[in-house]
């Protein structure tokens, strides 16, 4: 039994006993719970009207009878909670529904847009609530404007049709107004109307009774309630005498006079119905939200709608094809119009912050939460790829000027703080490559002897790692800039004359041309007051409390020996122990020890949560609280509070503890399945000569530029081409070489003579066929694979077809090659869920006929076998054959 309902049960019992009623502190201690849940419990039965609450302290609660329980919330109600602008609307039409016998006719107005299908749609719910209409009654839509051009059409659409009122029409017809007996006829765009529809509407209204065209000799009676909807000015497009026979006009307003606050109410509403319709959770940045909040959504709450569909399907399709591990919308997929939204008013800022958590990074709509949920997770990209976006949110904001260096030169200060903290320095020669870290390790050992120091050993890393980074973002041809390049040269003149010393040395080293703006920021390394960052005792105290008998201590204590100090508190929080007790012992422990300094509490869960507002009541401590701990998360607070950073500084760092690793497992993964192929040209004539051969080969060969490049590379020396090969192997798939002379590589090689005069083109055109359609196959198997990973099997088919072609001394259509591989692939898949397929008729005197192609085919398969725990059936291996060997 639920929580929820022993405690109902409990309130029934003391009902019968004839009591006045229970607090939730009395309700908790009888039933062994805390009193936070009891409370919030005892609430949520008032709010679906199962107990009752007196005024007063204390609170008390008692059941109501179950005989006069009131209904459930009506749907309308709770759209009229969550659109508080369509209240007046809401009251309209509840008044016109109920108006005795049997409600009044309705009018809606509004833009394009608006949601009048929508409202009306809650207005038929709403009648089935209250019992004017029966659950069974009919609820019709149809747009008049479908019909416009057709009048007759129209009506007989509406009215319905006697056989042989026009020509054509060869039998009887129901009309809508019909099928509507009993419920509400909802007619969208009713001033595409014509005149003579609008009097036989009236006549409707006024007596219901009606004729179908053709009908003169009887009339017939329906019961129907009448709801139109018009985005035009009914004054102007309809006539009198019709719109007297609908008494309520309902306006329903614009989006952009329906408030921020409504608007976030229906961006949700969509989001969490996409999660139903794709039933996966969909994760938001939240400046996409902020961008769907206030960019001009001309077409009302229809367009946004459209556009959050729009966009969830986009994030679904990157999700589907893998390059994105989940259905993710950042607001850089967005379209620039709804982009836009972002850089305008930036007078709802405050209203941003009451709506959306601004420290975090992430909302997760999740159709079985029924909620948004924020993500704990914030990108950790380096000081490039963050002073880009925190110069054009700035920007965006209107901040300029000295303001906006002020604000960049704290955020560059961060940065070489997070740097300097976040190494991991036993793994630092893993994660950087060889040639790099030896580069690296050259300029740190230079900088030493030109400054006559000895840098920290953290800066020493931090500096490693942001070189790395430097020269990668380089290699991908992306700028580097530093806002506070004229600043830092002032004032740290000797240090940045050094780093500029420093830059030489990559570029001669590596074969980059590195940016004076990169001497800026090794300069502030050079410089950094490292001893600013050195442990302060307590200056900010890490408490851990968490259920159970000894979770907390023993976290704490794992801390503390790992790091060497005594900064991390636990304080246990048995399960049978009331959270009361638990505050007073953490009150206890700072009085006792006299803290004063800033507080950061890791707790669990629950009551916990709520400690660190008590705290700064009772002592007047700044104090700063975050849920779900774990032994990582108090790790990466103690430290960073043994080395001195502040209290907020602390919160915020600890919270992005997931994403250094998450972030970079995803750019890991995202790099590989982003490799591109290439054909690689290696000249010894100078860049003129690899550009020429570059374009030969453009003009003489067919081609997806998306796919695939030609890199041409100049021949330096014999020793060093090698190196450049197995660095473009990183980035690229390469799929064969042109040079003046035979390389040592397993990829096939065309000689540059035979190039030139044409003999191999034919050859290189076949290798890049194969290879698109292999690339291009990924995608599809990746997509219609149910039981197994298409790059997987696709890797092993492509070994099977190459085996085959080697033993066989020929090479396969792509036709014939996309076939072979859709076929292993469902054979592979099929087999996982041991399903069967169909027989090879005449298989014994197939194979027999072909025994030294049946051999090949199947030793060539064996690995397929063996990596999938499958037997490929000797039918299997005949379908294989009849591939490379059709029957006629």
């Known amino acids: 039994m639920k929580r929820i309902d022993l405690i109902l049960m409990k309130l029934k019992e003391k009902k019968d006993l004839d009591s006045s009623g229970i607090s939730a502190s009395e309700i908790a201690e009888e039933l062994n719970i805390s009193r936070a849940n009891a409370s919030n419990d005892l609430n949520k039965l008032v709010s679906e009207g199962k107990a009752i609450k007196s005024k007063g302290k204390p609170t008390l609660f008692m059941a109501v009878d179950e005989e006069n329980v009131p209904p459930d919330i009506s749907v309308i109600n709770k759209f009229s909670e969550v659109n508080p602008s369509l209240y007046s609307a809401v009251e309209q039409a509840k008044a016109a529904i109920l108006y005795p016998p049997n409600g009044m006719n309705i009018l809606l107005l509004g833009e394009t847009g608006v949601g009048k299908s929508t409202f009306a749609g809650l207005i038929y719910k709403y009648a089935i609530e209250m019992k004017v209409k029966s659950e069974e009654s009919p609820f019709i839509t149809f747009n008049c404007a479908d019909y416009a051009n057709n009048p007759q059409l129209l009506l007989g659409q509406l009215f319905g049709v006697k056989k042989g009122a026009y020509t054509g029409a060869d039998f009887d017809k129901v009309g809508l107004i019909e099928k509507a007996d009993g419920g509400i006829l909802f007619l969208d765009e009713v001033h595409r109307l014509p005149a003579e529809g609008q009097e036989m509407f009236f006549t409707f209204m006024d007596r219901g009774v009606y004729r179908r065209l053709g009908e003169t000799d009887s009339e017939r009676s329906a019961n129907v309630l009448i709801i139109t909807a018009t985005t035009e000015d009914p004054n102007a497009a309809l006539l009198k005498t019709f719109t007297r026979r609908i008494p309520m006009v309902i306006t329903i307003p614009a989006l952009r006079n329906r408030g921020m606050e409504e608007r976030f109410n229906l961006i949700k509403q969509f989001l969490l119905e996409e999660s139903g319709r794709l039933g996966r959770s969909i994760t938001v940045s939240i400046n996409s939200i902020k961008a769907f909040l206030s960019y001009n959504c001309e077409n009302n709450i229809g367009q946004l709608k459209s556009d959050i569909q729009l966009a969830c399907a986009k994030a679904y399709a990157d999700f589907l094809s893998n390059k994105k591990d989940a259905i993710k919308i950042n607001s850089l997929d967005l379209p620039s119009y709804i982009r836009e939204g972002l850089y305008k008013e930036v007078e709802h800022r405050q209203l941003w912050n009451k709506l959306i958590d601004i420290n975090k990074r992430y909302f997760i709509f999740d159709k079985d939460e029924d909620r948004e949920i924020f993500e704990e997770n914030a990108t950790d990209d380096n000081i490039y790829e963050m002073l880009d976006l925190r110069t054009n949110e700035l920007k965006a904001r ?14 560059i200060e961060d940065y070489f703080k997070k740097y300097i903290s976040k190494v991991d320095m036993s793994n630092i020669k893993n994660i950087i490559e060889k040639d790099v870290m030896n580069v690296i390790e050259e300029v740190i050992h230079f900088c030493e002897e030109e400054l006559e120091i000895n840098l920290d050993k953290k800066i020493n890393y931090g500096l490693a790692v942001h070189i790395s980074n430097s020269i990668d973002r380089i290699r991908r041809n992306k700028k580097i800039v530093n806002p506070k390049l004229s600043s830092i040269r002032e004032e740290h003149r000797k240090e940045f004359n050094v780093a500029v010393d420093a830059l030489k040395i990559i570029d001669r080293a590596i074969d980059v041309n590195m940016p004076i703006d990169e001497a ?117 607070a103690t430290r960073k509070s043994m080395m001195g950073y502040s209290l907020d500084e602390i919160y915020r760092e600890t919270l992005e503890v997931n994403s250094l690793y998450e972030e970079n497992a995803l750019e890991h993964k995202q790099e590989k399945e982003e490799k591109r192929l290439a054909i690689v040209t290696v000249c010894t004539t100078g860049e003129g000569g690899a550009k020429t051969l570059k374009k030969l080969l453009e003009r003489n060969l067919t081609f997806d530029k998306k796919l695939l490049d030609i890199v041409p590379i100049n021949l330096v020396g014999k020793e060093s081409i090698y190196e450049r090969i197995e660095k473009l192997s990183i980035k690229y798939e390469i799929i064969c070489f042109v040079s003046p002379f035979e390389l040592e590589v397993q990829s096939p090689q065309f000689m540059l003579d035979q190039i030139i005069d044409g003999q191999s083109t034919s050859g290189m055109q076949k290798i890049i066929d194969v290879e698109e359609t292999y690339l291009k196959m990924e995608d599809t198997l990746e997509n219609t694979l149910e039981n197994s990973d298409g790059r997987t099997v696709l ?45 090879f008729e005449g298989k014994d005197k197939y194979i027999k006929d072909n025994l030294n192609l049946y051999k090949i085919v199947k030793n060539a398969f064996m690995p397929i076998n063996t990596k999938y725990s499958i037997n490929a059936s000797e039918e299997e291996i005949c379908c294989l054959m009849n591939f490379f060997n059709p029957r006629i």
Request: proline residues 2%.
């Open 398 to 411: 209107g901040i300029k000027g000295v303001k906006l260096e002020e604000e960049i030169e704290r955020d």
């Open 520 to 636: 800026g920021f090794i300069a502030m390394f050079l410089s950094y007051n490292y001893g600013s960052l050195k442990y302060k005792q307590n200056d900010v105290l890490v408490i851990v409390i968490a259920h159970g008998v000894s979770t907390a201590t023993s976290m704490a204590d794992a801390v503390n020996s790992l790091l060497g100090t005594k900064n991390v508190v636990g304080i246990n929080a048995p399960i049978e122990e009331k959270p009361e007790n638990i505050l007073g012992k953490t009150i206890d422990y700072i009085k006792k020890n006299e803290i004063k300094s800033d507080i950061l509490f890791l707790v669990d869960m629950g009551s916990l949560t709520t400690f660190g507002q008590e705290i700064e009541n009772t002592f007047n401590i700044k104090t700063r609280t975050i849920p779900l701990v774990s032994t990582l998360h108090a790790l990466e």
């Open 795 to 839: 890797k092993h088919i492509k070994k099977f077809i190459k085996n085959i072609e080697e033993e066989l001394k020929t090479n396969i259509s792509t036709n014939i090659l996309i076939g072979i591989t859709l076929h292993i692939a469902a054979m592979i898949d099929m087999s996982i869920e041991k399903k069967t397929i169909i027989e």
